[in-house]
């Protein structure tokens, strides 16, 4: 089951603004309709809260507890739509980032390949699209 | 026969805007001129209406239900502009969403390639050359 | 349904030895299972009957009607094996070459690409395994 | 030589702005200093006036007709730069489109590689450079 | 858990030998050593049983029962070699083909992809390598 | 109309042998049916007659030659298998090769991709299914 | 020694704004420092003076006269950032363009890829960053 | 351990605006928790100092001592983030430009592929997303 | 120091004989001579001794052990001939396998890329060119 | 001009036949009859003499004399077929190797792009056609 206490975090390094993407493609779950696997890859993209703020104390996620929290979602039925929504709420209840964005894209049923992007805070406009 | 009725939706899963992209590559009818069959790929990409609203209710298309749809075009004569303006309109009266746009990519005859774009409401700058 | 009276042909222009190949990025047929359609390539490969002999009077297939020929499969539904073997089969009557090789790409089906290979006659070593 | 006669039209479908783009990877014309053939890829892409106007009742070219009028360069002597211009100049005239833009690349003479660009109206900027 | 009683046949449909490939993009298993999953891609390829013999009563493999005789890997620990080894096992004693060959690539863990390659009878030379 | 007096030669180099190939992107000639421009790329292949052989006083051909030669295709209405099998009697009767290839590729016409190959004399067996 | 005497002009053909790119694979110069040869790729991309303008009669630089341009680099010595500010201002005096651009991509030295880009004048956006 | 002394510099060769960029992809350092490389490559992207300015005499890092600074970091323990946001540290504090981006692409562990990026000054826009 | 006792084995899992390939994309080493860092990428292919010898109790190499022996040369001065030949005779002596072959690919120094193959026994032919 | 003194060597390290293979895309020379440049890529294959004989003392070219011997070229006037015989006769007499191939990838003149392939001793069959 999506297991949001396996994430950990550590302290933004810097106050300067900075921008941290990670990329995903061994992601799987299963579809609640067919019991069959999903597979996709997630790209978590996000500019991390400021050392000098309060969420800045917890402001980057730790990269082998994202691991073990995706990993999580192995054996859960669950849409497309909605492993994107709650991957983007959780990650963004446990950093508070500036922004943060996330792009699954889906390798496809019935011939029919799938991107699902949702987003939090004013995203850069140049990332809107990818 | 392209067949509307074939579309299901679901309702909108949030209120936070996102976005939805399908891609079919199967994509054939025929051309009414010749009757020689058409190859292409079909995007949808659309801001579904959100949850919090009437349209949300129904906001998001099934995909198994799209592929079916797609399927109805097999044996129809039509031409690239009117089947991308065609999909345009009747998952615009089905989703009543925020914006939507079809980019249709045909494989082309008699030498030339041909991607026919057709939108719907406000469609993110970003995406407007895609 | 498949037709093979739609196949045309025309004279080997050469008793010398040499090799035709025609790819089709653009076959579809139905799956007779589930209905939905198939979609694939399909690569002819053949050494045509000499020039100086019986069968090289009509040792080549005319291009324009083996379109049309992949065209009859349209609706028809017909298993991946049985396709390539079908072909071969009517391809191996009407041209009577030296060799022929049928290789048929599909873009699968539940997460699984599939390709069928048939031969006739002594194809050539370096082809076997394409 | 170039025929803008050869150029048919049919009436745009909607009234609503959409997009056409047809690319001919198959352009060839002779450079008018060393008679030598020049080989490249014409893209046209524009937005047809809407079909509530007068220009829309003939403001899409029509596709086989596009094809011969490229191929009626084909023993022209003419320069990149002319030959990307006139083909502007001809589809405007006929088309009246809101926004028009031809791409010609050129596989290059030299070892130079060569893109012209010429526009025509308002092209919205996420083509401009295109 | 594998399991072997999820896979069907049908009768090869014809006695000329041709080969039949299928590529699955979507396996995952799980390491025995550390429970984390692992994600390859699995190429079967094999000459089926002869239609004119027992064993070509049974010669092919159903396709969507090949699917979940994968998926029925997925919560299994198990090495790469062995289930490379296991699949090879199970395929021939199911289709007793007149050669087969299984061909793993794993997405590599610690920084080192790997591929393993089991064979079985006489696999033609040119695929001795792939 | 394709010129034979166009093409030059010159000595062959060495006795040692070895390999030359010259490929062409840009050859482009007339279908005889329809009268619309095919477009191809010809790969030319050879051995040469040794240095020391009567033959190798004229072994090689000229580059620039060989395009003219090429180019002299442009107006001709002639079959794929024709452009093919007289490229290689045309440079077979000039070179007296050890052996030679003419490997045509053609972008297609009707969905429908062609590769025409001739050889002449004991290709070595590497090449030949190139 | 780069020699601004070898460019040739020619008028540009209309005053409607258009863009002209010419790219070269085959750039080398010498590092002043160790005397090596440097492999780069040059962009020469600008929007001509108006044909109804003084610079328009002499607006568009000729394709060959620039490839001997580029040829008389080849044994000076010179700096990546030296090369593209020099051809930028021979080329913006001779041509006295609305705009211009020059990329450079070096093959790298020690491991490192470089490109330098110098612009003059009001360089169109969607360009800046190419 | 990182050695900023290894960098230097040479003076802005003009005060036009333009742009410097450096790719190494041969980027190692170690991983401060297990001890194992990491490997990546390292995008210095930047408008240097203007000549006529005082940071202008020294705005533009020679290219072999940034070679020999990035090979500092080969033996030190030093996160992702870390390493970004130093090397733009160190760079800015050397070089005073206008506006410079560090983006530092990992090979990945675990499965995920991380990219960081750190920018310095006003960044034109068309970059930010890089 | 490149360190054999780092390597692990396990017994074959089975007397048939079966390929077993491992690509590290991470090599690193120094060049004696100018101490700088070279990068590579280091294939191991093998037969392994089958379960049914002596050998074969310990005929396949461990994953991470391997990824922590090729993590010895980090900073070792070797020269590429050296660094294939060792990694050959050293998995040969832990080993015994049937066959084996290294294959190492240098990202290059100077301009020029190298690959180094070092075999051990018979190695199957298709595999001799790789 | 074309400088074997430049090349030096050193011993081969083993007695055990293996395979090295250096590959420059950065050679370049003046085609004697226009003096323009032609830019290509050269591959050196061989089998060096072993170790435990009188070639095998001088049995490996050693790399940065390669570069420089390849450089020497630079503004000779010399033939796609001289350059190839010539390197192989110059590499030959100097390493006295098992065997030895040459493999030189011109970028082409008048669009026809050019492979020389020149070979010396007995090459073992899977590298003839490369």
């Keep these: 089951m999506p297991d949001i206490t396996l994430l950990e975090t550590f302290a933004t390094p810097t106050s300067t603004p900075f921008v941290i993407e990670h990329t995903s493609d061994e992601f799987t779950s299963l579809c ?19 050392a000098n703020t309060d969420a800045g104390k917890h402001g980057c996620v730790e990269l082998k ?12 039925g669950i849409f497309y739509e909605a492993v994107t929504n709650r991957i983007r709420d959780d990650l963004v209840s ?4 500036a922004w943060l964005q996330i792009v699954a894209d889906w390798r496809g049923r019935g011939g029919i390949r799938s991107t699902i992007r949702a987003d939090h805070g004013a995203v850069p406009g140049h990332w809107l699209g990818r």
Tied chains: 1, 2, 3, 4, 5, 6, 7, 8, 9, 10.
């Design 32 to 50: 609640p309709k067919t019991g069959h696997p999903d597979f996709g890859s997630i790209t978590l993209r996000y500019g991390p809260a400021p």
């Design 65 to 76: 507890s994202l691991k073990l929290y995706y990993q999580s979602f192995r054996n859960e």
């Design 94 to 97: 446990l950093l508070r980032p």
